[in-house]
């Protein structure tokens, strides 16, 4: 289709397809927001990557999360890593399990520790995948 050659009611044609389309994507917006409501906090998830896809806009490439933190301060990682170990106690925690509640890729975390488990003090690895802080 050439844009050039449109016609006035072709054009028309395509606004109100445009203007449908819209009112569609907000009436799907709220039906997945009152399906979260229902399902819970996970559902709130897919809602927005369905919008997401609905709206059409570029998202991140698959794989990518957002970390809802700025841990690109210098020590900014390493304080809160070494915060969540605290809480973890002697058990420690899995580097998995921490990636999720950091929210933040685990190879990212497996290249943290790799780095610094000479470094600080404490840091212990117990088990594949597994870290605690003695102190």
Do not use: C
Request: positive net charge; without cysteine; proline residues 2%.
């Amino acid at each position: 289709m050439d844009i050039t050659k449109l016609t006035t009611k072709e054009f028309s044609r395509i606004m109100k397809l445009l203007r449908k389309k819209e009112t569609l994507e907000r009436k799907l917006g709220q039906l997945e927001r009152s399906v979260a409501k229902v399902v819970g906090a996970g559902a709130s998830a897919v809602a927005r990557g369905a919008n997401r896809i609905a709206r059409g806009r570029p998202g991140r490439k698959p794989g990518r999360r957002s970390t809802g933190k700025k841990f690109n301060r210098r020590g900014g990682l390493r304080k809160v890593i070494l915060e969540q170990l605290g809480r973890a106690g002697k058990t420690g925690i899995k580097i998995k399990d921490l990636a999720n509640k950091m929210n933040i890729q685990r190879q990212r975390l497996d290249t943290w520790f790799y780095q610094n488990l000479k470094k600080i003090r404490g840091l212990r690895k117990v088990g594949p995948g597994h870290y605690h802080l003695k102190g």
